[in-house]
């Protein structure tokens, strides 16, 4: 081997001298592996150049068609170094004249501007100045320089660079190493420190993996290294006296593992089908490669397919024997359009003599080249980058957009600014060159306090925002808002302060130092378990150091140890700001909730209830995995409902921070430990004990990423001879009858003659574990309920709701009564599913006279609380909450092509709660609505030069209102304001251009979206819908009620 050195570095030094070099070949060792089609061979003394071209067309119908084109430079560095086994060959390739072409660009684009990334949402508003406002002073106020536009807004004045036909060449000018080995298949692909741009080093990767290949005729089916992922291929194999050409197919089932893994892509919904051919001279040469690919993206899961339900295309979108004729619209496949298909050529174009001039461009050996491997390089906020640069294009002026807002009170205008500050929070905003965040706080600031109390609907709205952006001003001025003595606020608005507090994310200590002096102080205010709710919020964010979180666990922890067992509601509440606290509470907080749930668990179930919600965070902690575990075994069936169902509410907590925190998976999503034994043992063997939680143990184990659980459930259905208990979301109105647990499952539509009855069932667990719902039936002889489900949209965007009523009351005792509103929403697109929202409102009066109110919003896991000024008061309150954040859901890399889809998720809840009284009688309105905006963004970059993309804009909204009387007596209505899910093709082109004429200056900076095709509506309910739900029923003969029960709904809830 050191021959074959020396003669190498000989070569190279005469062809360096200028002299003729003399052809030095560097051939795998004979020996290495038996029956190879052909082996190995390079020239260290000269430099291939090979022609790399790429066409790739995009997203279905839209047929967008983009051309890549470059030349790779491959010169041969002889034998790999012993670290790669010894019978590799060490290439370095060098790649320039880069050049991507849009192949057929619309004849008339039009820019695409809409900040919602939703076509349909995109229409011109109109300000109409109001003179009387009292926000009109803003106008004026706000009348100062604009702020510098952002960078790639506006070429106004500046110079596009034309005569650069490879304006990439400079990115590129790094040249990159790999090793092959004596089989064909690449190793490592190495990289220059310097060289650090990850799409620059995906681009490198693609020349380079044309060439890997299988050349051992043994292996008819092996592992290939690629850019998609680590993935298995077949290969045929043919010789001739020209050279020999190999064959290779795969498809997506065929890939192990996919990179990208933050972006969670899995086989299951993504489709892939290759063909690729790789050819060698009779020598050894590489001479050609060619290939193409087909994907599909957002597939139906398989195990969907493979059900007893038909595919979603022959569904309807809701149930067909729905009375209302609008909704009766054919489902719709919001993934058609997510499609990429490409072919690659590379093929030798000139053998070249090496040379001092070539090499010192081309071959860098003075460089530090480390491994990088062969899979495409992951960006994790690569999705969120792109996303925020197309937003920030799409505002213009903030101050004006926050004006529009005031004038019009369309939240339409809020949203670009509200996805803006999330994703600014997600980045770095330190390293951004532009914070939104600034602009707003300064225009929030300037709005006198003393304004909002009367403008509340308005002001609450932008005190949301300044929260969602966060920052030290944004604190100061939130915090002056609760100060008792700064206040201009009402109790009641500032408890909403609090609840959009709880949103920051990334409050200081200030925040907490602050609330705390206020709960210390304040021992009567109506504020303070909202306080408590939100102390406990902050303290679990990253940012709040360990020893202040510990202030307030342990304010938490005085609290619950001094609540005796008798003040069971005052424990709860306690306990519900311990669950608040998340996975940060400490091991004496743990050992103290659990002792509470044990000892105070005996004589009132719902604190051993809510102890257990409360170190639902905490499930993989060995004392709580005990604590569950013995409850499991050893308590009554309400209890165990209560571990499985928070336990399930962990798993689906967990998958959606691996959504939009990346965070890892854990127990009880992953593993099998002993309490899942305890699971599968029971729902294997359906004791007594345990076959009234018979379908909460299968949904657990269901939901579970674990072989052996999928095993366990295979065994049932085949052990209980049922079918997969999968959620019949469109059920047909015919009742099916369940083997497992012998009951008849009821149609559940939003009418009073097929309500569900007020019982355990899986689709209610959601809303009340079994033993609360028997305990309301018991206790309370007389009353009504409904319960309900509903789905909106199609079954790749849809939101789904749960609610039930009751109203019941004893005949015995002093008005003993309960009223119960909740309604719980579910959101999905594609196959991510996360959580809308819950609301809940209730009042109770005991046996003893004493009345219970309470309002509840449980949003991403965090509880909210709406106070009154105390519990026995009939009041009306208004209530809104926004979460906003962002989910990627698929990253794949295509031959030049990196693909990113991803979604902005905006839910909204808004509700209206009434209570009146009169006489004996009381009655609780509850108008809950809830609205889900998701932005899906499918893009393709091509070497930084053009992206296309697809934009799919989702809108959709329900709304339930609901009345329940002390009589007892319920009524309500459910509707809809209009949904659309609509598609919009786009594609961008980055130029560079000069923005100083001398000296000159040039940046490089994306031109405006241009509308590929006219937007497509691929689902649309044009018109709002009302709809009785039940009309009033009581359980007493007809009794005139001196309210006037008439309800009447307006187009919206506020505003």
Request: glycine letters at 6%; proline letters at 3%; aromatic letters at 10%.
């Amino acid at each position: 081997m050191q021959f074959v050195h020396i003669l190498a570095v000989l070569a190279i030094l005469f062809g360096r001298q200028g002299g003729d070099a003399v052809d030095t070949y560097v051939n795998v060792p004979t020996g290495a592996l038996p029956n190879l089609v052909t082996r190995l061979r390079c020239a260290t003394s000269e430099t291939l150049l090979y022609k790399y071209e790429t066409t790739t067309q995009l997203w279905g119908s839209t047929n967008q068609q983009f051309k890549t084109s470059c030349d790779v430079h491959i010169t041969c560095l002889g034998e790999a170094p012993d670290k790669y086994g010894g019978n590799a060959l060490l290439f370095n390739a060098f790649i320039n004249h880069v050049k991507v072409v849009l192949l057929n660009a619309p004849e008339h684009p039009e820019d695409y501007v809409s900040g919602d990334l939703n076509p349909v949402e995109a229409d011109v508003i109109i300000i109409k100045r109001v003179v009387s406002s009292p926000f009109e002073a803003l106008a004026s106020s706000n009348k100062r320089k604009k702020r510098q536009t952002f960078e790639g807004l506006s070429n106004v004045g500046q110079q596009i660079i034309v005569d650069e036909p490879y304006p990439i060449d400079d990115d590129m000018a790094i040249p990159c190493q790999f090793v092959q080995n004596y089989d064909g298949k690449i190793l490592d692909v190495l990289f220059a420190a310097a060289d650090t741009d990850i799409e620059i080093r995906n681009f490198k990767r693609n020349p380079i993996v044309a060439r890997s290949t299988q050349l051992s005729r043994e292996k008819a089916e092996a592992p290939t290294p690629s850019m998609a992922g680590e993935r298995k291929a077949a290969f045929t194999f043919k010789r001739g006296e020209s050279g020999s050409t190999i064959g290779k197919t795969y498809g997506s089932n065929d890939f192990t593992k996919f990179a990208a893994p933050s972006a969670g892509n899995d086989d299951t919904t993504t489709k892939l089908t290759a063909q690729e051919r790789q050819s060698f001279n009779a020598e050894g040469d590489f001479t050609s490669a060619s290939g193409s690919l087909t994907a599909h993206f957002g597939l139906d899961d398989t195990a969907l397919r493979s059900s007893k339900y038909a595919p979603p295309a022959a569904r309807r979108v809701l149930d067909p024997d729905d009375e209302d004729s609008v909704l009766r619209t054919a489902d719709v496949d919001i993934a058609d359009d997510l499609t990429a298909d490409a072919t690659f050529q590379m093929s030798l174009s000139t053998r070249a003599k090496r040379s001092a001039e070539t090499d010192d461009i081309a071959v860098r050996n003075d460089l530090d080249y480390v491994s990088g491997g062969l899979m495409a390089e992951d960006d994790r906020d690569s999705g969120r980058k792109n996303q925020l640069e197309i937003l920030l294009q799409s505002i213009g002026d903030v101050y004006d957009t926050l004006y529009q807002f005031v004038t019009t009170k369309s939240l339409i205008t809020l949203n670009a600014l509200q996805d803006i500050l999330q994703l600014e929070n997600e980045l770095d905003r330190e390293n951004l060159q532009y914070a939104v965040v600034r602009d707003v706080t300064h225009f929030v600031k300037q709005i006198d306090a003393r304004i909002c109390r009367d403008e509340w609907t308005t002001c609450s709205e932008l005190y949301q925002l300044l929260a969602l952006g966060g920052g030290s001003v944004a604190e100061r001025l939130l915090v002056e808002r609760l100060d008792p003595v700064l206040t201009q606020l009402t109790e009641d608005q500032q408890a909403d302060v609090l609840n959009y507090i709880t949103s920051m994310p990334k409050p200081s200590p200030y925040i907490l130092y602050f609330l705390k002096r206020i709960y210390n102080s304040e021992n009567t205010s109506m504020l303070l378990p909202t306080i408590r709710l939100t102390m406990a919020s902050v303290a679990s964010r990253d940012t709040i150091p360990e020893e202040v979180r510990a202030s307030v666990s342990d304010l938490l922890l005085s609290e619950l140890q001094e609540s005796s067992c008798e003040q069971a509601d005052a424990i709860i509440d306690v306990l519900q700001a311990v669950g608040n606290l998340g996975d940060t509470l400490s091991d004496r907080m743990i050992d103290d909730v659990i002792a509470k749930g044990s000892v105070c668990g005996r004589t009132h179930e719902a604190v051993s209830q809510a102890s257990m919600y409360a170190l639902r965070d905490v499930s993989d902690d060995d004392a709580v995995q005990t604590y569950y575990g013995q409850s499991l075994l050893d308590e009554d069936c309400d209890i165990k409902a209560a571990v499985i169902t928070t336990l399930i509410d962990r798993m689906f907590r967990i998958q959606e921070q691996q959504y939009t925190e990346s965070v890892e998976s854990k127990w009880p999503l992953i593993g099998f430990n002993e309490i899942d034994e305890i699971v599968a043992t029971n729902l294997l063997n359906l004791t007594d004990e345990f076959t009234c939680i018979g379908e909460e143990l299968y949904r657990y184990l269901e939901m579970k990423k674990n072989d052996k659980a999928v095993e366990i459930l295979e065994e049932f259905r085949k052990n209980y001879d049922v079918e997969e208990l999968l959620e019949d979301e469109e059920d047909d109105g015919k009742q099916s009858y369940n083997a497992t647990y012998s009951h008849e499952r009821q149609k559940r539509a939003w009418d009073h003659k097929t309500c569900s009855s007020w019982g355990h069932s899986t689709y209610y667990n959601i809303l009340q574990t079994s033993g609360q719902f028997s305990s309301d039936k018991n206790i309370y002889n007389r009353r009504r309920h409904c319960l309900a489900y509903k789905r909106v949209g199609v079954s790749k965007a849809n939101a789904k709701f749960y609610a039930g009523i009751f109203a019941g009351k004893r005949t015995s005792g002093l008005n003993q009564y309960k009223l119960f509103t909740k309604m719980v929403g579910k959101g999905q697109i594609f196959s991510k599913t996360f959580d809308i929202g819950t609301v809940l409102a209730y009042r109770i009066r005991s046996s003893l006279g004493i009345t219970y109110q309470r309002r509840y919003m449980v949003i991403a896991g965090k509880v909210l609380l709406k106070p009154d000024t105390n519990s026995v008061a009939c009041n009306t309150r208004t209530w809104h909450y926004e979460r906003n954040f962002y989910i990627p859901i698929y990253k794949i890399t295509i031959y030049i092509a990196s693909i990113d889809i991803g979604a902005q998720i905006r839910p909204r809840f808004e509700v209206n709660f009434i209570c009146k009284a009169k006489g004996s009688n009381t009655l609780l309105k509850v108008q809950p609505k809830a609205i889900l905006r998701i932005a899906a963004s499918a893009q393709a970059s091509f070497a930084k030069l053009v992206r296309g993309g697809i934009t799919i804009g989702v809108n959709l909204n329900f709304f339930i209102e609901t009345i329940t009387e002390s009589i007892p007596c319920i009524s309500g209505q459910y509707g809809y304001d209009p949904m659309t899910i609509s598609i919009e093709a786009w594609y961008q082109i980055r130029s560079k251009i000069k923005f100083q004429w001398w000296p000159p200056k040039f940046k490089w900076t994306w031109g405006s979206r241009k509308k590929y095709s006219p937007s497509s509506l691929k689902w649309k309910i044009s018109s709002p819908y009302r709809r009785t739900w039940l009309s009033r029923r009581c359980d007493v003969y007809r009794i005139n009620f001196p309210f006037n029960l008439s309800i009447r709904i307006p187009r919206r809830l506020f505003g």
